[in-house]
T-cell receptor
Framework: AQSVTQLDSHVSVSEGTPVLLRCNYS??????LFWYVQHPNKGLQLLLK??????LVKGINGFEAEFKKSETSFHLTKPSAHMSDAAEYFC???????????FGSGTRLQVQP | DTAVSQTPKYLVTQMGNDKSIKCEQN?????MYWYKQDSKKFLKIMFS???????INETVPNRFSPKSPDKAHLNLHINSLELGDSAVYFC??????????????FGPGTRLTVL
């Protein structure tokens, strides 16, 4: 069975400082991993995806994530936060052949001016 | 130009009513999904259709009935609405690649409020 744990329900950073959103996963197979972002009252947008190619994945808006199999982690980072990054972020896992995505509980990112 | 669209965006109704939410995708995908996001933002799969055939049906009350008239549409009909049905419902689509990863594209969501 696959599962995802987002270690922080809420993260607050100052504008211009680094962002780290933590995610650990559990999977019986070689999973695919995703980060989605949801801005207030909006739908879900794919930030980046890992699909067993390079372990360091670059996404949109300056975000990146590193797949670490030994730590079963897929943390999301950004060197410098922007006010527009304030949103809910979801770490998501998918196993080959299993169509449904399994979502983490979400991390709310707050960016202070 | 919207890839995955849902109607309506907001739906407010009384307990006991029957309502439908429509979803359409213009991406040419063969698989569509319904997810429910509760008040704590937790997202969970409800149903999935592949080429108009039901392939995933999680533990959802049978008051919820998905209908797929064609590959581009997946509608969600809910009978006898209850307070606990209040949530945001997201439609998604993907192209089913056997043995491969599954990138899904989401609609904007439908916020259902049951009074």
């Amino acid at each position: 069975a696959q599962s995802v744990t987002q270690l922080d329900s809420h993260v607050s950073v100052s504008e211009g400082t680094p962002v780290l959103l933590r995610c650990n996963y559990s999977s019986s197979y070689s999973p695919s991993l995703f980060w989605y972002v949801q801005h207030p009252n909006k739908g879900l947008q794919l930030l980046l995806k890992y699909t067993s190619a390079a372990t360091l994945v670059k996404g949109i808006n300056g975000f990146e994530a590193e797949f670490k199999k030994s730590e079963t982690s897929f943390h999301l980072t950004k060197p410098s936060a922007h006010m527009s990054d304030a949103a809910e972020y979801f770490c998501v896992v998918s196993e080959p052949g299993r169509r449904a995505l399994t979502f983490g509980s979400g991390t709310r990112l707050q960016v202070q001016p | 130009d919207t890839a995955v669209s849902q109607t309506p965006k907001y739906l407010v109704t009384q307990m006991g009513n029957d309502k439908s939410i429509k979803c359409e995708q213009n991406l040419g995908h063969d698989t569509m999904y319904w997810y429910k996001q509760d008040s704590k933002k937790f997202l969970k799969i409800m149903f999935s259709y592949n080429n108009k055939e039901l392939i995933i049906n999680e533990t959802v009350p049978n008051r919820f009935s998905p209908k797929s008239p064609d590959k581009a549409h997946l509608n969600l009909h809910i009978n006898s609405l209850e307070l606990g049905d209040s949530a945001v419902y997201f439609c998604a689509s993907s192209q089913d690649l056997a043995g491969s990863y599954n990138e899904q594209f989401f609609g904007p969501g439908t916020r259902l409020t049951v009074l």
